[in-house]
């Protein structure tokens, strides 16, 4: 499930704040729970401002209260958006990027709110969380577009090709269009022997896209009602990505791609979609099989 060997998990996880930048990643949450079959976990965090040897117990207490009274306000906030969608409730002590990667485990995936790319600051939660955790991280945009249509950016790479089995399997549940985007213009990832092929670009070509129909091909056959198209660009992924993300429901990407230069958890091209991406961003980690690479 979610492009991931296994069973599906019980929940969608969700990361709460009360906020009304929150609200659309809160509908998508309850959404994905719908489609799925699943039920939804919301957590909320607060946290003692000041040194332990300073803890004043009333106060303390009024803080978790006033957590508790806004998780309560989420769960019904949800239940106003699907009244048979069950929500439990988590209320944690920490900072909510640890928060989540611990309740993550029997978690299908995450789902978090995001400020609008303009204001994502580098040690928000919607950046540091993809890098820490090993499901998949959906990042909602505040503005997330209806058009009907999923952009996923693979590379031959078996953590893309997660990634694409994420993508077509949201694009059959939400029945949107899949395209399948692979930005080829990588000389510094590819081995040596590869190297002659960029000074060949019509070869190039050729090659990267008989590997794309490769990678897509059990995927297309696992999902026959998704409408697949499949594009090659002999041009940066950065920019290949972000172009291909414009008026896109989601952007679905791996946690890291062929390089493996990069010494950030999280790969350059997949921070980049989180920062600067119009559109809704899915960060999908390895799967233990990869149904593309055999």
């Known amino acids: ?36 079959g699943l039920e939804v976990v919301m957590c909320h965090c607060w946290h003692w401002p000041y040194q332990a040897g300073h ?41 909510i990027a640890e928060a989540l990667v611990r309740e993550s485990g029997d978690a299908e995936l995450i789902v978090v709110g995001s400020h609008e790319r303009e204001r994502l600051q580098p040690g928000s939660t ?5 890098a820490l955790t090993r499901r998949p991280v959906v990042v909602v945009r505040r503005a997330a577009a209806r058009n009907g249509l999923i952009v996923v950016g693979v590379d031959g790479s078996a953590r893309a090709d997660a990634a694409l089995g994420f993508g077509i399997e949201e694009a059959e549940l939400r029945g949107c269009a899949l ?35 490769r990678v897509v091909a059990p995927w297309r056959d696992l999902h026959p009602k998704v409408d697949v198209d499949v594009s090659l660009v002999l041009d940066r992924p950065r920019e290949v990505l972000l172009a291909a993300a414009e008026g896109a429901d989601l952007l679905v990407v791996g946690d890291r791609g062929t390089g493996g230069l990069d010494p950030l958890p999280l790969g350059a091209t ?24 055999g």
Do not use: K
Not at 10 to 32: C, K, M, Q, S, Y
Not at 126 to 130: G, K, Q, S
Not at 270 to 293: D, E, F, R
């Open 1 to 36: 499930m979610s492009g991931q060997a296994g069973v599906q998990r019980p929940h969608i996880l969700f990361g709460f704040d009360g906020t009304e930048e929150n609200e659309p990643a809160l509908r998508w949450a309850v959404e994905e729970a719908r489609l799925r």
């Open 55 to 95: 803890v004043d117990a009333a106060v303390e207490a009024i803080v978790r209260r006033a957590g508790e009274n806004l998780l309560a306000c989420g769960v019904r906030r949800a239940r106003e958006m699907d009244a048979r969608g069950t929500v439990h409730t988590r209320l944690r002590p920490e900072p």
């Open 126 to 130: 919607a950046v540091r969380l993809p």
């Open 179 to 213: 395209r399948v985007v692979w930005a080829a213009w990588e000389p510094q990832a590819v081995p040596e022997a590869e190297l002659p092929m960029f000074g060949d670009r019509a070869r190039l070509t050729r090659t990267r896209t008989a590997m794309l129909e």
């Open 270 to 293: 997949s921070s980049a979609m989180l920062h600067h991406a119009t559109c809704s961003v899915a960060i999908v980690p390895p799967s233990g099989t990869a149904l593309g690479n």
